[in-house]
């Protein structure tokens, strides 16, 4: 039994050590403006030539990877980005910010004293701090040559799925394709890029944190808009609905099948 534990032991460290290998070619910055900061991770396409160009993913995290230690953001997600098969077949530039602790991607008022959490949407109060630091880190990599300016695309999982959600609605001509996992925004924006912006949404349908009723409204609210989200419901999932989301084999080549008209 002792040398079973210590195998199991050997094993975890082993793959924490190649985890932390891999996250390591996302490269540590931030984004300093009026003594607000940004902390975010940045990874390249293998074989960068700045003389190309490439398509740019901007993924936001949930609320549990808030902080300013520029690591806890790429908990989930990196991965799919690191995977030698995706990174062949899809190079990008993949930008993953991290939001403070005290701030929210959305605005937002959430209310945690009972599950699943009850979020209060404040769309006209305006972007939140974090919100207006990621526009303006977006806008400084879109002003880059080798940046594709018809290939921008924003994915985000629970509080990212609703900043995603918030950043459609005030940015509707930046984006050519949207994925949100298990997230929520407010229906009533929905027309602000319902027709402009390809959407997949997914969701568990067990999630105790983030009621998949949330995105049910989302996506009805597209609907009646006369858009054509896509929508994936997992009957086994409960809030880490991003773990079946990422195993999609279609999940990055739909994501990188849509151009946006910049003409």
Same mark, same amino acid.
């Given at each position: 039994?002792?040398?079973?534990?210590?195998?199991?032991?050997?094993?975890?460290?082993?793959?924490?050590?190649?985890?932390a290998q891999d996250t390591n070619l996302f490269e540590k910055k931030a984004l300093i403006v009026k003594g607000d900061t940004l902390p975010y991770r940045m990874l390249y396409p293998e074989n960068f030539d700045a003389q190309k160009t490439y398509p740019l993913i901007l993924f936001l995290h949930g609320a549990g990877e808030r902080g300013n230690d520029n690591e806890k953001?790429?908990?989930?997600?990196?991965?799919?980005?690191?995977?030698?098969?995706?990174?062949?077949?899809?190079?990008?530039?993949?930008?993953?910010?991290?939001?403070?602790?005290?701030?929210?991607?959305?605005?937002?008022?959430?209310?945690?004293?009972?599950?699943?959490?009850?979020?209060?949407?404040?769309?006209?109060?305006?972007?939140?701090?974090?919100?207006?630091?990621?526009?303006?880190?977006?806008?400084?990599?879109?002003?880059?040559?080798?940046?594709?300016?018809?290939?921008?695309?924003?994915?985000?999982?629970?509080?990212?799925?609703?900043?995603?959600?918030?950043?459609?609605?005030?940015?509707?001509?930046?984006?050519? *394709? *949207?994925?949100?996992?298990?997230?929520?925004?407010?229906?009533?924006?929905?027309?602000?890029?319902?027709?402009?912006?390809?959407?997949?949404?997914?969701?568990? *349908?067990?999630?105790?944190?983030?009621?998949?009723?949330?995105?049910?409204?989302?996506?009805?609210?597209?609907?009646?808009?006369?858009?054509?989200?896509?929508?994936?419901?997992?009957?086994?999932?409960?809030?880490?609905?991003?773990?079946?989301?990422?195993?999609?084999?279609?999940?990055?080549?739909?994501?990188?099948?849509?151009?946006?008209?910049?003409?």
């Amino acid at each position: 039994m002792k040398n079973k534990h210590l195998l199991l032991a050997f094993i975890f460290i082993c793959s924490f050590t190649a985890f932390a290998q891999d996250t390591n070619l996302f490269e540590k910055k931030a984004l300093i403006v009026k003594g607000d900061t940004l902390p975010y991770r940045m990874l390249y396409p293998e074989n960068f030539d700045a003389q190309k160009t490439y398509p740019l993913i901007l993924f936001l995290h949930g609320a549990g990877e808030r902080g300013n230690d520029n690591e806890k953001q790429l908990t989930h997600g990196s991965s799919l980005f690191l995977d030698q098969n995706n990174r062949t077949k899809f190079p990008a530039i993949v930008i993953m910010p991290q939001c403070p602790t005290d701030d929210y991607w959305a605005q937002v008022n959430v209310d945690r004293s009972n599950y699943p959490i009850q979020l209060d949407f404040q769309f006209k109060k305006g972007s939140t701090t974090a919100m207006d630091l990621v526009l303006q880190l977006l806008s400084n990599f879109e002003n880059e040559d080798f940046v594709d300016k018809s290939k921008t695309y924003v994915m985000g999982l629970s509080m990212g799925g609703m900043g995603t959600y918030e950043l459609l609605a005030r940015q509707p001509d930046r984006f050519a *394709a *949207a994925i949100a996992i298990c997230g929520a925004g407010d229906p009533t924006y929905a027309t602000n890029y319902a027709k402009n912006i390809p959407l997949w949404a997914f969701h568990g *349908a067990h999630d105790n944190v983030v009621a998949p009723l949330q995105t049910m409204e989302m996506v009805s609210a597209l609907l009646h808009e006369g858009a054509f989200p896509r929508l994936t419901l997992y009957d086994f999932a409960n809030h880490n609905s991003w773990d079946p989301a990422f195993a999609e084999p279609d999940l990055l080549p739909w994501l990188f099948s849509n151009s946006l008209n910049k003409e």
